[in-house]
């Protein structure tokens, strides 16, 4: 294990002096221009060029710093958004945090804002020099850089944390997408026990695409899931376990809006699991579907009962009412015309020239009903292709309710 102290990286003037001047300019472009000139360091000029545009969005804080360096492309698309670390920072305080997949650092760095001293743990040794510049450039101090690998580091007697937090990657040895516990790396499965130990608290990030009662049944502790979106795309399950935790399991979703609000939506598993839903015998004047944080939760029933809407059937969650219901934390529709199957439904339907066709529980897929409509996608028009109560495919057509 090497502790790296704060530093910053050397770039040579020329070459720091054209990332300065081209810094807005298309990677593309430059990368055609500056094939000849060898006055600078091209390889680096364009990966900072590059790394700086990706965070514009994503990490604004980082975006308005002069001085930070980047590392390669798939670290930056790995991180955490500002959105997320920032929220991710309102739940954990204390006096020490471990941070064991460091990465890029934006995680422990909005993290550290709640703690006297922080250690970002990263076994990629060019990771933590950058890391080491870019702490240094946005004066963080309590953030200590050591270069290990997540095991090697937590089974050191020392480290002791009021809070450890864990990203671990979600790729395996051939490259592909994975959300098993167990083909994490590192293995978190494996590693879970040790990490009680060091901490009395663990935040994890793992994949949107984990089920939240499989992880459940798999560590023992799991007190809190939370579930984000920026803008209906769930983006991170967060899952915060405790040595004490009670069988009590709390869920939060979240879905961040382009407009700066947020819809949220929190619940005890259990509330879940007691809530009582109204079948709906026919389609209302309204018609709802909710955000994919609350989808991802589970609480099909409890959004029903909460907001007194009829489900449209058991595994249809889609929701409905004759009253419209404001503030809904999802999409809210008007019902326009709902079509069966009958000639005279497929003529009305084909005389839409576009239309947004969603299916939920019907036999075929969005992509195939589209092609057998002959509708072009887009358009003020929304179509879903729903299972009624009494089992009765049928398609409903409605638009957006204005806010």
Same mark, same amino acid.
């Given at each position: 294990?090497?502790?790296?102290?704060?530093?910053?990286?050397?770039?040579?003037?020329?070459?720091?002096?054209?990332?300065?001047?081209?810094?807005?300019? $298309? =990677?593309?472009? +430059? /990368?055609?221009?500056?094939?000849?000139?060898?006055?600078?360091? #091209?390889?680096?000029? %364009?990966?900072? *060029?590059?790394?700086?545009?990706?965070?514009?969005?994503?990490?604004?804080?980082?975006?308005?710093?002069?001085?930070?360096?980047?590392?390669?492309?798939?670290?930056?698309?790995?991180?955490?958004?500002?959105?997320?670390?920032?929220?991710?920072?309102?739940?954990?305080?204390?006096?020490?945090?471990?941070?064991?997949?460091?990465?890029?650092?934006? $995680? =422990?760095?909005? +993290? /550290?804002?709640?703690?006297?001293?922080?250690?970002?743990?990263? #076994?990629?040794?060019? %990771?933590?020099? *950058?890391?080491?510049?870019?702490?240094?450039?946005?004066?963080?101090?309590?953030?200590?850089?050591?270069?290990?690998?997540?095991?090697?580091?937590?089974?050191?007697?020392?480290?002791?944390?009021?809070?450890?937090?864990?990203?671990?990657?979600?790729?395996?040895?051939?490259?592909?997408?994975?959300?098993?516990?167990?083909?994490?790396?590192?293995?978190?499965?494996?590693?879970?026990?040790?990490?009680?130990?060091?901490?009395?608290?663990?935040?994890?990030?793992?994949?949107?695409?984990?089920?939240?009662?499989?992880?459940?049944?798999?560590?023992?502790?799991?007190?809190?899931?939370?579930?984000?979106?920026?803008?209906?795309?769930?983006?991170?399950?967060?899952?915060?376990?405790?040595?004490?935790?009670?069988?009590?399991?709390?869920?939060?979703?979240?879905?961040?809006?382009?407009?700066?609000?947020?819809?949220?939506?929190?619940?005890?598993?259990?509330?879940?699991?007691?809530?009582?839903?109204?079948?709906?015998?026919?389609?209302?004047?309204?018609?709802?579907?909710?955000?994919?944080?609350?989808?991802?939760?589970?609480?099909?029933?409890?959004?029903?009962?909460?907001?007194?809407?009829?489900?449209?059937?058991?595994?249809?969650?889609?929701?409905?009412?004759?009253?419209?219901?404001?503030?809904?934390?999802?999409?809210?529709?008007?019902?326009?015309?709902?079509?069966?199957?009958?000639?005279?439904?497929?003529?009305?339907?084909?005389?839409?020239?576009?239309?947004?066709?969603?299916?939920?529980?019907?036999?075929?897929?969005?992509?195939?009903?589209?092609?057998?409509?002959?509708?072009?996608?887009?358009?003020?028009?929304?179509?879903?292709?729903?299972?009624?109560?009494?089992?009765?495919?049928?398609?409903?057509?409605?638009?957006?309710?204005?806010?």
């Amino acid at each position: 294990m090497k502790e790296y102290p704060q530093q910053s990286i050397e770039i040579d003037e020329v070459t720091l002096r054209f990332i300065s001047e081209h810094a807005e300019e $298309d =990677i593309g472009q +430059l /990368s055609l221009s500056t094939a000849k000139q060898g006055a600078i360091n #091209r390889v680096l000029a %364009l990966s900072q *060029i590059e790394g700086r545009k990706k965070i514009r969005e994503k990490i604004p804080s980082f975006y308005t710093t002069k001085g930070l360096f980047y590392p390669p492309r798939l670290s930056i698309e790995q991180t955490s958004s500002e959105i997320t670390a920032r929220y991710k920072s309102s739940l954990c305080q204390g006096k020490r945090l471990i941070d064991l997949t460091g990465g890029f650092g934006a $995680d =422990i760095f909005f +993290l /550290s804002e709640h703690f006297e001293e922080s250690f970002y743990v990263e #076994r990629d040794p060019d %990771l933590c020099r *950058i890391a080491a510049h870019n702490f240094h450039v946005l004066n963080k101090p309590e953030i200590r850089i050591f270069c290990s690998d997540a095991q090697d580091f937590i089974t050191r007697e020392e480290a002791q944390a009021d809070w450890i937090y864990i990203d671990p990657a979600r790729r395996n040895k051939a490259g592909r997408k994975t959300a098993a516990l167990a083909d994490c790396e590192p293995n978190l499965k494996e590693l879970f026990p040790l990490l009680l130990q060091r901490s009395e608290k663990i935040l994890m990030k793992l994949s949107p695409m984990i089920d939240i009662s499989a992880v459940c049944r798999e560590l023992p502790g799991i007190a809190q899931a939370h579930v984000l979106a920026l803008n209906n795309e769930c983006k991170e399950l967060l899952f915060v376990a405790e040595r004490e935790a009670s069988s009590e399991l709390r869920i939060f979703t979240r879905n961040f809006k382009k407009n700066g609000d947020c819809q949220s939506f929190d619940f005890v598993q259990d509330q879940e699991k007691k809530a009582q839903y109204k079948e709906a015998k026919q389609v209302g004047s309204y018609l709802y579907e909710a955000n994919t944080a609350i989808i991802k939760s589970g609480a099909f029933r409890l959004i029903s009962e909460s907001y007194n809407l009829e489900k449209l059937h058991k595994h249809t969650h889609l929701y409905t009412s004759d009253k419209l219901i404001k503030n809904f934390p999802g999409r809210s529709f008007e019902v326009k015309a709902l079509h069966g199957s009958s000639k005279q439904d497929r003529k009305e339907l084909n005389a839409l020239s576009r239309a947004n066709v969603c299916v939920r529980n019907y036999p075929l897929s969005a992509d195939e009903l589209q092609k057998k409509l002959k509708i072009l996608p887009g358009g003020e028009h929304f179509l879903f292709a729903c299972t009624l109560l009494d089992e009765s495919k049928v398609i409903i057509e409605c638009k957006p309710v204005s806010a």
